[in-house]
Nanobody
Framework: QVQLVESGGGLVQAGGSLRLSCAASGRTFGGYAMHWFRQAPEKEREFVAAVSKEGGSSSYADSVKGRFTISRDNAKNTVYLQMNSLKPEDTAVYYC?????????????????WGQGAQVTVSS
């Protein structure tokens, strides 16, 4: 298991930017594919972005492609989500998640750790 703590959420106007961070502790961070998911009120948790163990490849949900960027710094045991051109529909609790070796877009698959969540609110 890996312990994850998100930070950087907050309130921002539409069109603004935020950067989320997720700090990991526990087992070797570099062995995990890292993900961001989000969950809006009364909606199911959905995939946002994922980055491979080494950071060489990433994938995004269509709804955030071109606006969000996932990155990682294995020396700092941290994964980031840069969110630009934010929209009110991006309002949600954002969770980071770790999965050993390979990534998954399905939040119901087995993951090795979840953060506690960070609230992002985008006002119109």
């Amino acid at each position: 298991q890996v312990q994850l703590v998100e930070s950087g959420g907050g309130l921002v106007q539409a069109g603004g930017s935020l950067r989320l961070s997720c700090a990991a502790s526990g087992r070797t961070f570099g062995g995990y594919a890292m993900h961001w998911f989000r969950q809006a009120p009364e909606k199911e948790r959905e995939f946002v972005a994922a980055v491979s163990k080494e950071g060489g490849s990433s994938s995004y949900a269509d709804s955030v492609k071109g606006r969000f960027t996932i990155s990682r710094d294995n020396a700092k045991n941290t994964v980031y989500l840069q969110m630009n051109s934010l929209k009110p529909e991006d309002t949600a609790v954002y969770y980071c998640a770790a999965r050993l070796w390979s990534s998954s877009r399905n939040p119901d698959d087995l993951f090795d750790g979840w953060g506690q969540g960070a609230q992002v609110t985008v006002s119109s």
